[in-house]
């Protein structure tokens, strides 16, 4: 795990003027310092408002692949999760509102929320594909007859996509698969 803290940057600035840290007088140590930084880790990193830091930004890059599947990283985020819940739960009034984010947290309960939602949707549409024939041929076992195949060539398109393609489920596959299931039922 490597990391790019701020504070780091905001001690060696302290240190250098010859000020000790932690700073005794910190809003206005970290102003001055805010607006004399050249580094630009200051102006990336604070969030300051009439002279007072509100927020603060500390970046962490870990030994995880951003491609893990969404189960794998939504696991990892538990790790963190806990990990700033335990940080928040020791820290000071002020200082316990941490909270933590990353693009493949995102990613992956977009996944896992797709995923979800697919299975709906693919029964709903069964079940109105199945009405549908029910409606124009009147005959409830040719509904299922043809249901059947739908359902056949839906799941031979799927085992085509991971086993012989090798690709793995995510939203694209969905997608296609649902608008394929769509247009089977069409016909």
Known sequence: VRFQCWVAD???SLVRGGHRFP?????QDVATWFRT???GTAKEDLWMVDGKMR???LNFWADFSSDSGAEKALAYKANWDAFVELRNSEATLTGKNAWH???VWVRSEAQVAIISSTTDTIVTELILGWLGILAFTGDP???IIVLCLIIGNVGGLACFMVQVMGWAIGPIEIIFLVVF???SVTF
């Open 10 to 12: 905001f001690q060696a």
């Open 23 to 27: 700073s005794r007088n910190f809003d």
């Open 37 to 39: 930084d050249f580094t």
């Open 55 to 57: 927020a603060s930004r």
């Open 101 to 103: 984010t990353s693009s």
């Open 141 to 143: 076992v040719l509904a």
């Open 181 to 183: 299931l769509g247009y």
